[in-house]
């Protein structure tokens, strides 16, 4: 960081939980591509602490700590497996150290060390890795780790390997002037990474039934993006199961943001006259320019940036690269396809991973599948489908769509 950059840790200690923690169990998270940003980082840090907070806001006498670059999480050990949980679902984390506090103290550090290795299975191989932040400490890191690692060698009769151990057991040493903690930690989990949900800017969602659009969505969240979904709804040929289906994929998304809005646009008076209007190999694009347009108005009106949507090059008749190119020329914002060069199986595999999958194959009906032509158009020109068009007030009814829309908050 650069020395005009504010202090990651100062900018926001102040502003920590109040509940009291006895114990020293943490979770130190590890931050991903936030620290590449510069200037900006305190926007991504603050963002990353008040989502961490978030999701972790109803669990008793858990208290989240910013460090320079880091977030430590104290907990009771009770709860570690409810915050590890938890902490998966924050983007912007690079991975989670399970570890205790210590004092800046060797004793301290040996025996916190040797409680997580004498955890593992008899034999285990390990090294020790420390760093000082505190460059008045003494020893000197590299002297630290030998000394650990002697007193591990004597307690426990493990094996020491520099190069491949089974065990890596990390010793950070803050800095005391600033009154940071110091740790040991025995155990590394992935995080999610990316960027904090809301640092990228709101997107809308058009958010489907099946199995793409969900998983497109938790990608937008991946990159920063907060989003609201959109839900084009055909009573009676997409019954409320379908709704309600619809919804429960929103629900799920949400364990990730918070809450998510939904807007359910009533589409089937609307799809009836461009099937009756327009040419019938024509037919699902003119009902996505149509859903195009409703969705950018939803957009603008609560301020989104971009749509997102779950295309994929290729996946089926409406998106190929001319027809991807038709149905974007009716929005008036712009359209991001995070799976557009995903094959099905990465995106189903997605979808397990993220927990949407179970659902996503449930039996619905999509709209945009209903009167489909035996042969669809695959090679569209943006003229064809103004010309198809040209007998109906398309504005007006995108309008009406958007006005009508019915607005449902959706929690996890």
């Not at 065990?167 to 040493?173: A, F, P, Q, S, Y």
Request: with cysteine.
């Amino acid at each position: 960081m650069t020395s005009s950059s504010p202090s990651l840790s100062a900018v926001t200690s102040s502003d920590v939980t109040s509940n009291d923690v006895t114990s020293n169990d943490v979770v130190v998270l590890r931050i991903s591509e936030i620290f590449l940003k510069g200037r900006n980082r305190h926007h991504f840090f603050s963002a990353l602490i008040r989502n961490t907070r978030r999701l972790l806001s109803d669990l008793d006498g858990v208290r989240v700590e910013p460090m320079y670059l880091r977030v430590v999480v104290r907990h009771p050990p009770a709860l570690r497996a409810a915050v590890l949980e938890r902490l998966g679902r924050s983007f912007g984390v690079a991975s989670m150290a399970l570890g205790t506090s210590v004092p800046a103290d060797l004793d301290a550090i040996a025996a916190a060390a040797g409680d997580f290795l004498e955890a593992t299975p008899a034999g285990t191989s390990f090294k020790v890795d420390s760093r000082r932040r505190d460059k008045s400490f003494s020893p000197a890191s590299t002297e630290i780790s030998r000394e650990i690692g002697a007193r591990l060698v004597e307690r426990t009769q493990r094996p020491v390997d520099l190069h491949s151990p089974a065990l890596t057991i990390h010793v950070e040493i803050g800095r005391r002037d600033h009154g940071e903690s110091s740790f040991v930690f025995g155990q590394m989990v992935p995080g999610p990474g990316g960027l904090p949900v809301g640092t990228a800017g709101s997107v809308g969602l058009l958010l489907s039934g099946g199995i793409d659009s969900p998983v497109a969505g938790w990608s937008a969240m991946r990159r920063g993006c907060r989003i609201v979904a959109i839900y084009f709804h055909s009573f009676p040929y997409t019954g409320d199961k379908t709704r309600e289906k619809v919804l429960d994929l929103a629900r799920h998304l949400a364990a990730w943001q918070g809450t998510i809005s939904v807007y359910v646009v009533h589409f089937t008076e609307v799809q009836k006259a461009l099937r009756e209007h327009g040419r019938a190999d024509l037919a699902v694009l003119l009902y996505r320019r149509m859903m195009m347009r409703a969705a950018s108005r939803l957009a603008e009106r609560e301020q989104l940036q971009a749509l997102v949507t779950g295309e994929n090059l290729g996946q089926v008749a409406s998106q190929t690269l001319a027809n991807l190119a038709v149905i974007e020329n009716a929005a008036t914002l712009p359209v991001l396809r995070p799976l557009v060069t995903f094959d099905k199986a990465e995106i189903v595999k997605q979808a397990q991973r993220i927990g949407t999958f179970e659902t996503s194959i449930l039996p619905y009906e999509d709209c945009c599948a209903l009167f489909v032509p035996k042969h669809p158009a695959t090679r569209a020109r943006v003229h064809d489908l103004t010309q198809a068009e040209s007998g109906l007030d398309v504005d007006a009814m995108a309008d009406v769509l958007a006005r009508d829309a019915e607005h449902v908050l959706v929690h996890s």
